[in-house]
């Protein structure tokens, strides 16, 4: 099947670019066959083409869900393209699920073609950022529904907690208090980790000059990177947060040490340090906020 640059128009990420053009972007690219069950990308692994299916079936499946594949892509469509463009790892793996034929041109290859031509790529990336915009708004509109669930459910909690807290205790309700409380302190908001932009990083230097990277934090939880030593569970730990917005001297004590670094749930901070890291925290969590 031979793309045509009227079929590349019905793409999104194509619209207002002139046939002309399109037909020397088709030509950087190469065409590729590929046999039923060939992965096209895994789940996690770094963009390194952008692609589209010209031919055949791609399924697109989630790690660790089994069953029916989140989507099912005919051709002709774009495999993953935000990923691609953007460098983000991938969410999913992408599987032919008959022989098909993809059309691919590396990332650093269509770097080099947008340098070149420039009348191009200014399309080519509105377009790129009015779709991230729609799905930032549709994110948004179901992240705002997520949190009126979870609002109403800690409401709902904290009632079924009062009403056991009130009823004669047996070993069945010391154990639902015991669950609810939990739950309960995990949904609070000073639960809720941001992570650091490439463009608003932060690290902690720790008391013997090292410094490692912060991979999230919020006003009262920080996770770092795993220094050389890594400190025990429930020990006292301090360091210096280190930020765009100023330094922040940290202390606390260690709540887990895993595969995803040193979780520290931090002691108060005085005021003066507390605004430094409010202010930190909003710029990144503004990035997550459209006004």
């Not at 463009?85 to 041109?105: D, F, K």
């Not at 010391?174 to 995990?186: A, G, P, R, Y």
């Amino acid at each position: 099947m031979t793309v045509r640059p009227s079929d590349l128009q019905a793409i999104p990420l194509f619209h207002g670019i002139t046939d002309a053009h399109l037909e020397e972007l088709v030509g950087a690219g190469e065409r590729l066959s590929v046999e039923s069950g060939a992965v096209l990308f895994d789940a996690g692994s770094t963009p390194t083409h952008l692609m589209l299916l010209v031919r055949g079936e791609v399924a697109l499946r989630e790690p660790g869900v089994y069953g029916e594949p989140r989507f099912r892509l005919s051709p002709i469509a774009p495999i993953g393209e935000l990923g691609a463009v953007t460098g983000l790892a991938r969410n999913t793996t992408a599987i032919t699920t008959q022989p098909s034929e993809v059309w691919r041109i590396a990332t650093t290859a269509l770097t080099q073609f947008f340098e070149s031509h420039g009348d191009v790529a200014f399309p080519f990336y509105h377009n790129l950022l009015s779709i991230v915009a729609d799905k930032v708004r549709r994110d948004g509109r179901q992240l705002e529904e997520v949190r009126a669930n979870l609002i109403r459910t800690q409401r709902a909690m904290k009632k079924l907690l009062d009403v056991v807290l009130e009823s004669e205790e047996t070993p069945l309700s010391k154990t639902v208090c015991e669950t609810l409380e939990d739950m309960i302190e995990k949904n609070r908001r000073i639960h809720y980790l941001v992570e650091p932009t490439r463009t608003l990083t932060s690290s902690v230097r720790l008391d013997g000059g090292a410094t490692v990277p912060v991979l999230e934090l919020s006003d009262g939880l920080l996770r770092i990177g795993k220094p050389a030593e890594a400190p025990r569970l429930g020990a006292e730990w301090s360091g210096v947060l280190i930020t765009p917005s100023g330094e922040v001297a940290v202390s606390g004590r260690v709540d887990a040490v895993d595969a995803h670094g040193v979780l520290i749930k931090l002691d108060m901070l005085i005021e003066a340090y507390a605004a430094v890291l409010r202010d930190y925290l909003t710029r990144v969590q503004m990035l997550d906020f459209v006004v």
